[in-house]
């Protein structure tokens, strides 16, 4: 499977994620995108690789593994920003911009986004 | 001694030449011969300085340095405390610049593989129809960037697009462009390691600045010549006064607004002003140092 392929896989799983209001097994997630005819042993691999990179969190039940998103698609949006805006804290950006302009409220509201996030 | 003396004259050599250009007033008119310049002249410093102390230290062996530092482990009894101390502090210089680069680079590809993961997770791609090949992340705070890597992605922030115009955005987005074609990370990327080195130096913190602020300079250029400067004069303006509206004092988050200012004046006043003659005699007295102090590191003597 090419990569941008299985980079469109991995949203969509995340999408079905965060719809969900409760965690969800492999088999609610491929049922629920039973129209793009994948594999389950797909959605299988697709979920195992976002909980290895740290944005699904996997937790047995039984025999099978349930899996919840880590953060809210809000939360990555407010992470990305901030190290858009580099308020992280780490004064070596990874990233090289054009211009960057936010109000101190601004800059308030995306920290607390994200701290939300931290300590749930 | 005339070795140590070789190494020492090649830093001052070089570390007059990074006055010159922090002082200069030139740079900013051709900001590509000045990016040259600075990478040319802070390889050279650090070569010297450590060369400097190893050919310090190792003189008593009255041989190369490199030949001399493969005799050190057998031979080291025969140098005194001062010498010693010399190579010990030279080695240490050395392999901490050498494994803090690479420490550096290390958190910085990690940060970007996470940065990419999460644009893969949240972003939306521009629609195609416009020509437009950026990243979409759906948030009111104005942000246009680049995150490098083998397939560079531009971003533009829902904010950023509400703000410029579409003749604005598309000098924005051609000027991110740039700076992924020409590679501008891996030209910030030493300098910034070498200030993570020395967070408190105030000296590296502005080196640091300076040379953000040319490569910017350089992405400014290519972008005007393909959009115009207006465009991204204007577009810029619209950001720094989006930064300082809000009624709150411009703190360090605002949009630093010098630098800013110096990339409109310098897109809405080209001055055309020729390469002072200096430069190329500038270059080549970098050149000579640097190549003093690297061939002194390998010549036998």
Redesign the interface.
């Known amino acids: 499977m090419d990569v941008a392929k299985l ?1 469109e896989l ?2 969509a799983v ?1 999408e079905v994620l965060w719809a969900r209001a409760e965690p969800a097994t492999v088999r609610a997630v491929h049922e629920e995108l039973a129209d793009r005819g994948l594999a389950y042993t797909t959605v299988m691999t697709v979920l195992t690789r976002l909980a290895a ?1 740290g ?1 699904v969190r996997r937790k047995r039940s039984g025999r099978a593994w349930l899996y919840a998103p880590a953060a809210s ?1 809000e939360e ?6 901030l ?3 580099e ?1 992280t804290g ?18 308030d509201a ?1 920290r607390k986004a994200l701290e939300r996030g931290e300590s749930p | 001694m005339t070795l140590a003396v070789h190494h020492v004259a090649a830093g001052t050599a070089a570390v007059l030449v990074s006055l010159w250009l922090l002082r200069g007033r030139w740079t900013h008119s051709h900001p590509r011969a000045a990016l040259v310049l600075w990478q040319l002249s802070s390889l050279a410093l650090i070569v010297s300085v450590v060369g400097a102390l190893l050919s310090f230290g190792l003189e008593p062996f009255g041989r190369g340095l490199l030949p001399a530092l493969v005799d050190l482990p057998w031979r080291f009894q025969e140098l005194d405390l001062w010498h010693l101390g010399a190579v010990g502090l030279g080695l240490a210089v050395g392999g901490w610049l050498v494994v803090n680069q690479l420490l550096c680079l290390r958190s910085t590809a990690r940060a970007r593989a996470r940065h990419r993961l999460l644009l893969q997770l949240v972003a939306t791609q521009e629609s195609e129809e416009q020509g437009r090949d950026a990243l979409v992340v759906d948030h009111p705070v104005a942000v246009a960037y680049c995150l490098p890597g083998r397939t560079p992605h531009i971003v533009v922030s829902a904010g950023a697009r509400r703000l410029l115009t579409d003749d604005e955005l598309d000098a924005v987005l051609a000027h991110e462009r740039a700076h992924a074609r020409e590679r501008h990370h891996l030209v910030v990327a030493p300098f910034q390691a070498l200030r993570r080195l020395l967070p408190a130096s105030s000296l590296l913190t502005r080196v640091c600045s300076t040379i953000e602020l040319l490569v910017e300079m350089c992405a400014d250029d290519r972008a005007a010549r393909s959009r115009g400067r207006e465009p991204l004069a204007s577009a810029l303006e619209r950001f720094r006064a989006n930064g300082s509206g809000g009624g709150t004092p411009a703190g360090a988050l605002a949009v630093a607004d010098a630098p800013v200012s110096a990339r409109i004046r310098r897109l809405r006043n080209p001055d055309g002003g020729r390469l002072p003659l200096a430069w190329p005699l500038a270059c080549a007295v970098a050149v000579a140092a640097l190549a003093t102090s690297l061939s002194l590191f390998a010549v036998p003597l």
């Open positions: 980079g991995e949203r995340m990179k944005v698609r990555h949006v407010a992470e990305l920003m190290e858009a805006l308020m780490d004064r070596d950006s990874a990233l090289v911009r054009f211009a960057q302009s936010v109000t101190n409220d601004e800059a995306l």
